[in-house]
């Protein structure tokens, strides 16, 4: 059904002869040494949102860590850098398992290492699967937009105003002031869907269709509210056949979640693990499955 704000519940529901492998299997790269949380929320977001599968691969001495927080994922250690970062050389084994999979979300807690910078761009430019551009994934860009106009693949960018600004070197205050319309123009310029995250987020395609969030509140001004959201927005990307109707739906749930959870905590104690818990009741009263 589309509700009043035509948002397009339907994909949510499911029929009894189904099995995982209908709902995506989501392939996250994320995380490094003193970022791994960035990773597991992210991973729980997109488990959460209904994905069938998924696979967080996470540098090989960070791998204890995650796999004592997530049960339900799985894992695939990869070569690191010396600072517990994904280090270049994990390319070729990242591209063979991202061969099969449905959507790739890359970038929370990656870190700024160069190796991993460069990984992070032969990854974008080379693996042509749908793919949601989150956080240090979105900072290796900068510089190097042309790997976002070559991608062959469907592609979903989620900045937070500050990398917004960074991408297109202009100040955080400008792209407040014009947030709708850079939007607007960036997905049309690159063929992705934007979602410029912040109070009303903002999502554009590049066919020029904009739709402003309506939901969430200061309190999810957090560390890890992103990452949450990007877990979910892979997970949807891997269950609808319109990649619009996902990206909006995310935005509107994730936002819906923090509402909803704000209620118990208030907005100064609100955290990202906090949307995480409230979301399953969300997701079960907007999508009619019991």
């Known amino acids: ?9 339907e994909f949510l529901k499911r029929k009894k002869d189904v099995h995982k492998g209908n709902f995506g299997h989501i392939f996250i790269i994320a995380g490094s040494k003193g970022l791994t949380g960035a990773a597991v929320l992210c991973a729980k977001g997109a488990l959460l949102s209904g994905a069938g599968l998924v696979t967080l691969g996470i540098a090989q001495s960070q791998y204890s860590i995650v796999s004592r927080k997530l049960t339900e994922a799985m894992t695939l250690p990869l070569p690191e850098t010396s600072q517990g970062s994904l280090a270049l050389k994990s390319f070729s084994q990242i591209r063979r398992f991202a061969k099969d ?28 699967i749908p793919m949601v551009i989150d956080a240090d994934a979105l900072n290796a860009l900068v510089g190097y937009m042309d790997i976002l106009k070559n991608r062959r693949a469907l592609t979903v960018i989620t900045p937070h105003p500050g990398e917004m600004g960074r991408i297109l070197d202009r100040k ?20 992705i869907v934007t979602v410029l995250k912040g109070h009303r987020t903002v999502v554009a395609d590049s066919s020029g269709e904009v739709f402003e969030n309506n939901t969430g509140n200061p309190g999810m001004a957090k560390g890890g509210s992103g990452d949450v959201l990007t877990g979910i927005t892979a997970a949807f990307l891997g269950q609808s056949p319109n990649v619009f109707d996902a990206v909006k739906l995310a935005v509107y749930v994730h936002g819906m979640a923090g509402d909803e959870a704000v209620k118990h905590t208030g907005q100064l104690s609100l955290l990202a693990t906090d949307i995480l818990n409230i979301l399953p009741f969300v997701l079960k009263k907007i999508s009619g499955n019991k």
Do not use: C, H, W
Request: aromatic content about 6%; hydrophobic content about 35%; overall charge positive.
């Open 1 to 9: 059904m589309k509700s009043k704000k035509g948002l397009n519940t």
């Open 101 to 128: 999979k449905d959507v790739l979300a890359i970038g929370p807690g990656l870190s700024r290492n160069k190796s991993t910078q460069a990984l992070i761009r032969k990854i974008i430019s080379s693996i042509n």
């Open 172 to 191: 955080t205050s400008y792209v407040q002031k014009n947030r709708r319309m850079l939007a607007k123009e960036f997905s049309g310029m690159y063929n």
